[in-house]
């Protein structure tokens, strides 16, 4: 069920990170921020099992799936901004 509920809130928090950080190197669809925000979560949920602030099976929340979907789409801005050629 934790896996399930890291795809809701990543759903979630990668749509309120879209609207923190709209930009020209951004994913532009709708299904496409949806899976970074996912990841951006399973980052969070990564990151904080391994600093110790959730447990082993505890998810992120949706403040830190949110940051986690914000540097995973500053991370996508950054690789897609170096391959577009202007």
């Given at each position: 069920m934790g896996i399930i509920w890291t795809i809701i809130i990543?759903?979630?928090?990668?749509v309120i990170a879209?609207?923190?950080m709209p930009g020209d190197n951004e994913p532009t669809g709708f299904i496409l921020t949806a899976?970074?925000?996912?990841?951006?979560a399973f980052?969070?949920?990564?990151?904080?099992?391994?600093?110790?602030?959730?447990?082993?099976?505890e998810g992120a929340g949706l403040?830190?799936?949110?940051?986690?979907?914000?540097?995973v789409l500053l991370a996508y801005g950054m690789i897609a901004g170096r391959r577009r050629v202007v």
């Open positions: 990543g759903f979630i928090a990668g879209k609207f923190i899976i970074l925000g996912i990841v951006g980052v969070a949920t990564f990151l904080g099992q391994t600093l110790g602030w959730y447990r082993p099976g403040i830190g799936a949110v940051v986690g979907a914000i540097v």
